[in-house]
């Protein structure tokens, strides 16, 4: 199967240096190993989980589902729907405070069926026209899987972005490894898929780490860039920050590789795949391992060995851009990591006085700095909020070269010209200036919620 690509991507791969960022050294990365798992008896949607959107339910408690019906749509354009993972009957709908939609659970049949489209050929794509790969997509529910930068919400459909960043790497700890799902089995639907992008956009952008010798081999065609250096220079943010020639050249779509596979197979097949590969990891769990399960499949499901811990915290995602999971929860639609942590039960006593031999550090605060072997993480924090102490750590890390201690005061004099120009819009969300910082302070929660609120005003 033949890519069919402008004369751009024909050019040589285009080679980028990441020079900050940075790489955590912790223990409990999960093995290659990976193991197939039974289907679990409960799948589940979490709207809570997709931000920018306002879910409105098409379904009730005791409603009969299959692959692929409609779950939920998105109030603010009801044509971005959500796809059921699995066939079954709705169980319960868990609520949050303000009756926000926390999952939908799925309490599968042993027998499911699937809601079935026309399957599309290579050669049907060359024929369709966009409007109508547009519509398939959102009538598949499969279209919140496009995603667009700077906010990182889904993409708009009635908009034609400058470029698509398919990114085939994972360097947050712990993700899956792209090899895992990217072989020379599945590298005819990953074309396939990149076809379907090309139709959409006229500019695709396909990357990953040139370490990633395997990756590189089978991908030699469709690679347009490589990018080397620390986390997260996988992030498509950062690829499109020393791409652009501008602060205003933010503007990309973008989808993960083990999504764009299942993009490809709904259109291909005609019924959404519903297979979702995990890593399970964290130095609070003993097994830990790549592990091939369900989409939206149930966290206990996929931890397989009881947490080697007595009190285990789940982080669903990367350990720095994850959140605090409910143990009896689900994953959502773009998790594909469990990492589970011990808890930090007590704090350390004049834990700033103590040597500190084991524990990750970046600021060279405790001895472990010399030490060059992975430390075990747990959710301490190591101490309380102070104020700033403009020691500039966070700085030498952003990736995007934003100043997060100057942004952060731009935030919160609420000078929006000034937070803007500071680069707020460029902020990839990866967690390490709020990792970094000796005050603790929370900047990348600020940055989002800022993120958030001023692309609401924008809308409105
Ligand atoms: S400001 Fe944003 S991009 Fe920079 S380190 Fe913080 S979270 Fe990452
Ligand atoms: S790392 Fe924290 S304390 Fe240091 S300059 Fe940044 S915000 Fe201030």
Not at 57 to 79: A, F, H, N
Not at 96 to 103: L, N
Request: hydrophobic content about 35%.
């Amino acid at each position: 199967m033949a890519l069919n690509l402008p004369r751009q991507h024909l050019r040589r791969m285009k080679k980028i240096r990441n020079r900050k960022g940075y790489d955590l050294n912790i223990s409990g990365a999960p093995s290659d190993a990976l193991a197939t798992l039974s289907v679990p008896a409960t799948v589940a949607a979490l709207p809570e989980r997709i931000p920018f959107i306002k879910p409105r339910l098409r379904v009730k408690t005791g409603d009969p589902v299959q692959v692929g019906s409609i779950l939920y749509e998105d109030k603010t354009d009801p044509r971005i729907v959500f796809a059921s993972p699995g066939g079954g009957v709705v169980g319960d709908i868990v609520f949050g405070p303000r009756r926000v939609i926390r999952e939908i659970v799925i309490a599968l049949d042993q027998e499911e069926t699937a809601v079935t489209f026309p399957a599309l050929t290579e050669t049907d794509l060359d024929g369709i026209s966009r409007d109508d790969l547009v519509a398939r997509l959102l009538e598949g529910g499969v279209w919140p899987l496009l995603r667009e930068l700077p906010f990182r919400k889904i993409a708009s459909p009635d908009s034609r972005p400058p470029s698509i960043i398919v990114p085939l790497d994972a360097r947050e700890p712990f993700r899956p490894s792209p090899e895992r799902y990217l072989t020379e089995e599945t590298h005819p639907l990953f074309v396939f898929g990149l076809n379907v992008l090309k139709r959409l956009s006229d500019k695709l952008i396909v990357f990953t780490d040139p370490r990633r010798k395997g990756i590189c081999r089978t991908f030699k065609n469709e690679l347009t860039h490589t990018i080397e250096g620390r986390y997260p220079a996988d992030d498509p943010g950062v690829l499109l920050y020393h791409l652009r020639r501008g602060p205003e050249d933010n503007r990309a779509w973008f989808i993960d590789g083990q999504d764009l596979l299942l993009l490809a197979g709904f259109l291909r097949r005609g019924t959404l795949p519903t297979e979702r590969l995990f890593v399970v990891g964290g130095s609070g769990v003993a097994e830990r391992q790549h592990v091939r399960s369900r989409l939206g499949a149930p966290l206990k499901h996929l931890v397989l060995a009881e947490p080697a811990c007595p009190e285990p915290r789940y982080v669903v995602g990367g350990v720095l851009r994850g959140y605090r999971g409910n143990p009896e929860g689900h994953a959502g639609l773009y998790e594909t990591a469990v990492n589970v942590l011990p808890e930090a039960t007590e704090r350390d006593f004049l834990n700033l006085f103590r040597p500190g031999f084991n524990k990750p550090t970046r600021s060279r605060t405790f001895v472990s700095a010399i030490k060059n072997v992975p430390m075990a993480m747990d959710t301490n924090v190591n101490g309380g909020r102070r104020a700033c102490i403009a020691c500039g750590y966070c700085s030498d890390v952003c990736p995007v070269d934003i100043l997060p201690q100057m942004t952060l005061k731009s935030i919160l004099a609420e000078e929006v010209e000034e937070y803007l120009a500071h680069g707020l819009l460029d902020c990839v969300e990866c967690g390490l200036c709020s990792y970094v910082c000796p005050s603790k302070i929370e900047l990348v929660e600020t940055f989002r919620q800022t993120k958030f609120e001023y692309h609401k005003e924008q809308v409105s």
